[in-house]
């Protein structure tokens, strides 16, 4: 898994290239040629590291452990599905302007059937982060402990309703 920095030195070898083509002597169509194949594999440099680093994060978002739903899952649950999806693919993969990648991911969840998320966004910083593995856990269990909390909150708040019912009901019963 390359980072930002290795895919950089590549497309500045593949610049420096494009620009020695002025030093050498070829025909115009030549020429032509050579920087239209230089171009395309800076083109599809890019695109292969975007989608080996997607590929990672979801790896890291959405792991593949063997017991499946028969043992606690050893990630944080920071997704409505990622308590139950034992591992996700890419469908489709598109790139924002501002870096980020919009995913569609799947996953088979049994009986010949396949669940999905659309819409899925991976930021730019998680890909381009020299230990992606540890930005992405970060932001997982700052996730998980964000819905944990507002889960926490809504059971004290029901709890707190039931009370005040029951407290009704009592005072009422009380009064005759």
């Known amino acids: 898994m390359s980072t930002k920095q290795e895919l950089t ?7 420096a290239l494009k620009a020695k083509l002025e030093e050498m002597s070829f025909s115009e169509h030549e020429h032509e040629i050579l920087r239209e ?22 790896s890291l978002m959405f792991p593949s452990w063997r017991g499946a739903r028969l043992e606690e899952a050893k990630h944080p649950k920071f997704h409505d599905k990622s308590w139950w999806w034992n591992g996700a693919s890419i469908r489709s ?3 924002r302007e501002n870096g980020d990648l919009v995913l569609e991911l799947s996953s ?3 009986g010949g059937e396949t669940d999905s998320i ?10 381009e982060a020299d230990d992606m593995a540890a930005v992405i856990r970060e932001h997982c269990e700052a996730e998980a402990a964000r819905r944990e909390g507002r889960r926490v909150a809504q059971d004290l708040a029901n709890a707190q309703a ?3 019912a029951a407290q009704a009901r009592l005072a009422k019963l009380q009064t005759g």
Do not use: I
């Not at 030195?9 to 610049?15: H, K, V, Y």
């Open 118 to 127: 659309e819409d899925f966004v991976l930021k730019r910083e998680w890909l």
């Open 37 to 58: 194949l230089l171009s395309d594999e800076e083109d599809s440099v890019s695109r292969r590291w975007l989608r080996a680093r997607a590929e990672h994060a979801v």
């Open 9 to 15: 030195a590549r497309l500045s070898t593949l610049a």
């Open 93 to 95: 993969l598109e790139e």
């Open 108 to 110: 088979y969840v049994g």
């Open 162 to 164: 039931e009370v005040a």
